[in-house]
């Protein structure tokens, strides 16, 4: 097998907004980035985005972003350096979507804790929101993808070394979780804050991981 450096997943949790910084559920609602939200982004932009840094533009073979527009100005910033001709191609989907909180949207912990004590997201979901079922459905189907991209960059030199997923923080505590193959419930001993990036590496199939 010819020797490829081991292919890498980006996470990014888009940037501090209102509701992320007083701890409200934030799912559907299309909440914008605070002014000191962006101004995070933008330093990670100086210190880790470019051909020399943790992250190199030419790289990126996959980008997934979520629809909101807490994620998509996230995205933007962050390569916002790049000329535009050179910003990395993105799909926009509802596949790395926060987690539907149905009933609990806008709600903080606390409060929902008034209505059912015993509640824990992690094995309870979200009534008229999604179940926990529901979530880790739509994880794994994102995990398959990413390592289909990663096995035909390892395997057969096929696109670019590292895939990218823009998205919010309960939906990126259960994917790691998923990623290292245990229940979702994994994901309450994760904490990705506001602006948070992190990097998994492929493994399983690939040999030296």
């Not at 015993?118 to 880790?136: F, K, N």
Request: proline share 5%; net charge neutral; charged share 25%.
């Amino acid at each position: 097998m010819p020797s490829r450096a081991v292919p890498r997943l980006f996470l990014i949790r888009h940037g501090q907004t209102e509701w992320s910084q007083n701890g409200r559920h934030t799912g559907r609602s299309d909440i914008p980035l605070t002014a000191k939200g962006e101004e995070i982004i933008l330093s990670h932009n100086k210190q880790i985005v470019g051909d020399d840094k943790l992250i190199k533009p030419a790289n990126l073979t996959h980008v997934l972003v979520s629809p909101r527009q807490r994620a998509q100005k996230t995205f933007h910033l962050l390569f916002s350096s790049l000329p535009a001709d050179c910003l990395p191609a993105y799909t926009t989907t509802e596949d790395v979507r926060e987690w539907d909180y149905g009933a609990y949207e806008g709600l903080t912990s606390a409060q929902i804790r008034e209505l059912n004590p015993a509640w824990d997201i992690w094995t309870d979901g979200c009534p008229d929101g999604e179940s926990v079922q529901d979530i880790t459905q739509r994880i794994d189907r994102v995990i398959a993808q990413v390592r289909e991209w990663h096995r035909e960059w390892y395997e057969e030199g096929k696109g670019d070394r590292d895939c990218m997923i823009v998205a919010h923080a309960h939906y990126l505590r259960s994917l790691v979780s998923r990623w290292v193959e245990f229940p979702i419930k994994l994901g309450t001993h994760f904490n990705i804050e506001p602006a948070g990036v992190s990097r998994v590496y492929a493994h399983a199939w690939c040999r030296v991981c």
